[in-house]
Every structure is written in structure tokens, then in C-alpha cells.
């Protein structure tokens, strides 16, 4: 499977920019349009592609969506979003994890990963070094190099579940470090990092002037242990930002609305950089929003139940294909399989090849380790049904068996 399509040479001709080519096009969106390709000529694909929760959002987040249509709440907010929506994105983080945010360290994006982008823009420098721990989720690596920055790559072991301590990252300090990336639990591997060990590397950042970016998308999805966030380390809080997401916790990744916390003076930035592109996140989702922070909570709880039976059902699955490896996942909704066994058999090189022939020939999609920074693993969300679960795992098996 290929992830980039424009090669340098055509660009060139095109006269792009040089930072265009520097970054190549999200391995998950290029699996969910390659999956889309196939369906629309009528096959039938099991999806453990993109990552997205297959539950609907709640009715009550739906219901105000509509409400404010309704209501004509349809026109520009303030940039950061509205204070209602800050507040209650504050405040929601302040009650579940004792954080003691206010409305101005908290500005609202059009997702997720375009709260990371801004962040980003704004913190990392030509030549700054940025530490990623390995695997890391897919935008990380390009969006830091879209701003300029080097990736240096924190290698993590798989034989303890890809966890990430705080002497690991220790070790990657140098002079020119200005960022430090910790996503826990981790998208692909479902590692969680312990509250020590965050703690730790907020401490160590602290003392050196480094910033931590602290991806939390998956803060609801911890299976091992409390939910811990960074934001509950307050006397630190001015060296750290914390990147959070409505899509995975209430099953809203359609409605974009992500958002960041951080001092006050990053936020004013990020808010500048965002009113000269895209100004604020859509108001009617922002009214969705208000509703899904300060409504009722059982949703998360109930689907977060739901993906633990998911988690257990689909790696017990792959375990049981001959040749295939697998760490158990502690959060997120992803399992990140070996796959290394079959490297080299029926002409498959790389797990790209594996992943591209799984689609094509067994109308299965996943996502291969190298958008990710592995070589021997493919991603499967099991954000789906158990019913589709089986039926993609028997596809598996048998493609597996083939070889
Ligand atoms: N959580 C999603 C995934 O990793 C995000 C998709 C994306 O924006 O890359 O599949």
C-alpha cells in the first residue's frame, strides 16, 4: 500500500513548496479512502482501519446539534470557542482528574489533531528536537516535520507491551530537546505509561525548559489502572499542554471538536494561528460539545466496558493464528500485532505489503506499522462489533494459512 501518491519529481514540476515535501499523507486516512475505493465497487470490507468507536453518539449530544440549528446558533463563535465550551472543557478535565484549569488555558479545535498542529506550529522551532516514543500515532512524525523539527525516535520494547518510562526519555535529552510527546494510552500500541513515570518526565521537563505535549485522546480508554492526566501535576503546569479529543470518549470523531490546554500565553498563540486559518471549531458542534461535557457520563463508562470484552475477544483471536504475536493492548482500541513470521513468505516484504494484500485479496483493512515507525506490525481497531471481529479474524486466519 502506498501513502504517498505525489512523488518530489511531479511536485517540483508544480513548483510546491518545499515543506509540502516534507511530509507524506496520514497512513490511517489513506487506508480509510483505499477501504472506501473498494466498497463503493460493491466488496465487502471488514474495517479495522481508521480508528473511529462504532457506537452513535449519544442522543442527547445529537439532540443539541439540532437544538442549536434550530436556534439559529449558526454563526461565527469566538475563535477559541465559546466560553460556555471552555468553561465546560475545564471544567470537565478539572472534576475527573483534578486539574485546576480556567477558561483562558483552554482553547477548542476542529479535532483533535488539529489542536496537536497549532501546538505544535507554535512550540517546535527550525532544527528543535522533538522525542516520540516508537510506535507513535501516524501525525506526530509529520507534523512535527511540517513545523520544521527533528523526531528523535525513543525506541520502546515490545516484550513489555511498548511501555514508555521516564529513564527511557531521560536518556534522549539533549540541548536542542524542546518538546517531549507522551500519547498514553498509546494509538497504536494501547500501551499505558504509569502516573510515576509521567510524573517523572513533567519533572525532569520542568527542571530543563522542555515542553511536554501530552496527547490524552484515549485518557477514558485506560484498562489498567485510574485515569491519569498530566493536568493533575499543577505546580508544573507551566512547562506542559495537555491535547484532548471528543471523537473517541462520546463517539464523535464526524463532529471535529478537539481541543488543548495549556498556559495562557500558548493558548493566545494557538488562537492566533487559528484565526488566520480556520477561526473557530463549527458552532452547532460546539453546542454538542457544552451537552456531551456537562451531560450525563454513563456513556463512557458503558462503552469503555464494551471495548475491554472487545479488547479480550480480538486478541484472543489473533493469538490464535499461527505465526501471529501479540502484546495485550491496556487502552485504546487498538491491538498491534507481530506479524514478522510471514516476512519473506508469498513475495511479502514489508508489513505495508501485508496490510495492502489483507485488503485487497482478503477485504480486510488494517494499518501497517510503517506509517506508525515499526516494520513488523499491522494495526487493527477493534472499535467494532464482535460479530465483525470474528468475521475479519476468520478472513485473517485463512489469508494467514494461505501463505
Ligand atoms: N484515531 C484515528 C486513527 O488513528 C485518527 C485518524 C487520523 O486522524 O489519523 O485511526
Same mark, same amino acid.
Given at each position: 500500500m502506498t501513502t504517498a501518491s505525489i512523488t518530489t519529481e511531479k511536485t517540483e514540476a508544480l513548483r510546491l513548496t518545499e515543506r509540502i515535501n516534507r511530509i507524506e499523507p496520514s497512513a490511517t486516512m489513506a487506508v480509510v479512502a483505499e477501504a472506501d475505493k473498494l466498497r463503493s465497487q460493491g466488496i465487502d470490507v471488514v474495517d479495522?482501519?481508521?480508528?473511529?468507536?462504532?457506537?452513535?453518539?449519544p442522543q442527547h449530544i445529537k439532540d443539541a446539534a439540532i437544538a442549536a440549528i434550530q436556534g439559529n446558533f449558526t454563526k461565527y463563535t469566538a475563535v477559541a470557542g465559546t466560553a460556555e465550551l471552555r468553561d465546560a472543557i475545564a471544567h470537565r478535565h478539572n472534576v475527573d482528574f483534578d486539574s485546576d484549569y480556567r477558561r483562558e488555558e483552554v482553547i477548542a479545535s476542529t479535532g483533535g489533531k488539529h489542536a496537536l498542529f497549532n501546538a505544535i506550529q507554535v512550540l517546535v522551532d527550525h532544527g528543535d528536537e522533538v522525542i516520540l516514543p516508537v510506535p507513535y500515532w501516524v501525525s506526530f512524525k509529520d507534523i512535527v516535520r511540517y513545523a520544521g523539527g527533528n523526531c528523535v525516535l525513543l525506541e520502546s520494547d515490545e516484550s513489555q507491551g511498548f511501555r514508555v518510562t521516564a529513564e527511557m526519555v531521560a536518556q534522549l535529552i539533549t540541548p536542542r530537546t524542546k518538546v517531549i510527546i507522551l500519547n498514553s494510552p498509546s494509538n497504536p500500541s494501547g500501551a499505558v505509561m504509569s502516573a510515576e513515570d509521567m510524573t517523572e518526565v513533567i519533572r525532569l521537563a520542568h527542571q530543563r525548559g522542555i515542553w511536554v505535549l501530552s496527547?490524552?485522546?484515549?485518557?477514558?480508554? #485506560?484498562?489498567?489502572g485510574k485515569n491519569f492526566s498530566v493536568g493533575a501535576l499543577r505546580e508544573y503546569k507551566e512547562r506542559f499542554v495537555v491535547l484532548g479529543s471528543l471523537s473517541k470518549t462520546y463517539a464523535m470523531t464526524g463532529w471535529r471538536l478537539g481541543y488543548a490546554m495549556a498556559p495562557s500565553a500558548v493558548v493566545s498563540a494557538m488562537a492566533k494561528l487559528q484565526s488566520q486559518s480556520t477561526? #473557530?471549531?463549527?458552532s452547532i458542534v460546539q453546542k454538542a460539545a457544552v451537552a456531551a461535557l456537562k451531560g450525563p457520563q454513563e456513556c463512557v463508562e458503558h462503552m469503555r466496558r464494551e471495548y475491554i470484552e472487545l479488547r479480550n475477544h480480538v486478541v484472543a483471536g489473533l493469538r490464535a493464528i499461527p505465526g501471529v504475536r501479540c502484546t495485550l493492548p491496556e487502552g485504546a482500541f487498538y491491538a498491534y500485532p507481530n506479524?514478522?513470521?510471514?516476512?519473506?513468505?508469498?513475495?511479502?516484504?514489508?508489513a505495508s505489503d501485508v496490510a495492502g494484500r489483507l485488503l485487497r485479496e482478503a477485504h480486510v483493512a488494517t494499518v501497517p506499522g510503517e506509517g506508525f515507525g515499526t516494520s513488523e506490525h499491522i494495526r487493527v481497531s477493534y472499535a467494532t462489533s464482535k460479530a465483525e471481529l470474528d468475521r475479519g479474524l476468520e478472513r485473517m486466519r485463512k489469508f494467514f494459512a494461505a501463505l
Open positions: 479495522f482501519g481508521a480508528g473511529e468507536p462504532h457506537f452513535a453518539t496527547d490524552e485522546c484515549y485518557v477514558y480508554l #485506560n484498562y489498567a477561526s #473557530n471549531p463549527t506479524i514478522s513470521s510471514f516476512l519473506g513468505r508469498g513475495g511479502l516484504k514489508s
